[in-house]
């Protein structure tokens, strides 16, 4: 075989590393981004925050004077303008700075949690302010130690028997008198080895002359089965009492905590930081960007006139940082620039939602806002993941807006969101005693003209964490 060389045209896409930054910046969330916006600061000296203390004007002399700026909410900023005004004469770096709420902005105020003592905390307390002798409280320690975090024996007083040292000298007798004595120490029900003795523990420390307290009791030592499967016919039939009588008794199970340790439980609230607000101007729904979920960065006027002044070949890892630095804002800078496109995109769709609420939601897919903007699909994917909009409605994902739609008799769509709205006040609305089935609320959708199976109503009932028909009724 004759080898010959030929020349050949082809076409490749390279990624290069600005664009496989800014792919990765536009799926980042924000927390992702602040977290990738450190890492950076850390490493490169080129970038800076213009909110930093030490963003002061390196000028040969005193810096321009400079008014109040118009975005500027804080006076701790006020070095920053100076440092900007003095970048104007030396020379203009890219910056990505999203200013301040306007002064008509209400302020917000961070939530401040007040630590509160862990069930463990509070009960050893409590044993220490009794009058209990020491062998005692130790036990007590003991069981204590055994609680789980709703409050609940996780061991049976058999298996840590076993488990202590005979040394020791604790007897079962001695544990089920400690049970005893912590069952009694702090809120009702804490201690308790089942559902059923937590909740008549509870009832328990009622003053016996409440109404049906007794009748309560029975049914949570006895029949608790029967009252979850709201089997009332034959609750009424074993237990001799009236409608009246078994409505109170199961008013008073209702209101009791089956996880009376959960409130002591210490949990970490999940805040999440909106990227878009929609706000209505002039009749007309507008997203503008969260200037709180976006940092305030700049390159580093100092160390960027060194480098230019100087131009020494020893500067060439300097040089790096600084393009680095460049490409960092600016693609930070088009990441938010793509997610107000695209929440723009999705209001504009979804007016009627902001409008109307859920009931009006339409079906939305991500084509359709790809082929608005001349985006790829994989980009609106991106950008709807992980980012948020607050709305008058509430704050919601962006995915949030994107369903699918059912067919309508009059030839349209309805959205699955609006389906689910539907169902959800068709619930709110039925009959307590004779709650709707599947059935019956699909014919009463295909009544308004949306076509949806018995079992489309099931799924969506249950994405809704709603009981089934048979679990709803109730006296």
Not at 20 to 26: H, M, Y
Not at 102 to 114: F, L, Q
Not at 263 to 279: G, S
Not at 366 to 373: F, P
Request: net charge negative; hydrophobic share 40%.
């Amino acid at each position: 075989m004759k080898q010959a060389l030929q020349l050949r045209q082809s076409q490749q896409l390279t990624l290069t590393p600005q664009l496989q930054q800014a792919i990765r910046l536009l799926q980042l969330s924000t927390l992702e981004v602040n977290q990738e916006v450190a890492r950076l600061l850390e490493e490169n000296p080129m970038l800076e925050r213009e909110d930093d203390d030490d963003a002061l004007p390196y000028a040969h002399g005193d810096a321009a004077s400079t008014s109040p700026a118009e975005n500027t909410a804080t006076k701790d900023e006020a070095p920053q303008q100076a440092g900007e005004e003095w970048q104007k004469d030396e020379w203009n770096e890219p910056s990505f700075s999203a200013g301040s709420a306007s002064d008509d902005e209400e302020d917000t105020h961070a939530e401040v949690v007040a630590d509160t003592p862990s069930l463990r905390e509070h009960l050893i307390w409590q044993l220490n302010m009794s009058q209990l002798d020491e062998r005692d409280k130790k036990i007590i320690g003991l069981l204590i130690d055994a609680l789980d975090e709703n409050g609940y024996l996780a061991q049976s007083l058999e298996e840590i028997a076993e488990l202590l040292p005979q040394e020791l000298d604790i007897t079962l007798d001695d544990l089920e008198t400690a049970l005893t004595q912590l069952q009694n120490l702090g809120e009702p029900g804490i201690g308790a080895r089942t559902l059923s003795e937590c909740l008549a523990l509870q009832l328990k420390a009622l003053p016996e002359d409440i109404p049906c307290r007794d009748l309560a009791l029975n049914i949570v030592t006895q029949h608790l089965g029967l009252l979850a499967s709201r089997d009332f016919t034959k609750l009424k039939k074993i237990l001799h009492c009236d409608d009246a009588a078994l409505r109170t008794a199961q008013a008073l199970i209702v209101h009791l905590k089956p996880k009376p340790g959960a409130e002591f439980e210490q949990r970490t609230a999940d805040y999440v930081v909106p990227d878009v607000v929609v706000e209505r101007h002039q009749g007309n729904w507008r997203a503008r960007l969260n200037v709180e979920a976006m940092p305030r960065l700049r390159v580093n006027q100092m160390y960027a006139n060194i480098l230019q002044q100087r131009g020494e070949k020893n500067a060439q890892q300097l040089s790096g940082q600084l393009q680095e630095a460049r490409w960092f804002i600016k693609n930070l800078q088009q990441r938010f620039d793509t997610i107000l496109r695209v929440s723009q995109a999705i209001v504009d769709r979804q007016r009627h939602f902001l409008d109307y609420g859920e009931i009006a939601m339409r079906p939305l897919v991500l084509r359709e806002i790809a082929d608005q903007l001349e985006l790829h699909e994989s980009t609106i994917s991106r950008v709807t993941t992980q980012k948020f909009m607050l709305t008058p409605r509430g704050i919601f994902e962006l995915k949030y807006f994107f369903g699918s739609g059912v067919a309508t008799d009059a030839g349209g769509t309805c959205s699955s969101t609006a389906i689910r709205a539907l169902i959800k006040q068709l619930v709110s609305q039925e009959n307590a005693q004779r709650p709707l089935s599947d059935s019956s609320m699909s014919e009463i959708l295909a009544q308004q003209g949306i076509l949806v199976a018995r079992r489309t109503v099931a799924k969506y009932r249950e994405l809704l964490h709603i009981l089934p028909a048979n679990l709803r009724k109730s006296l």
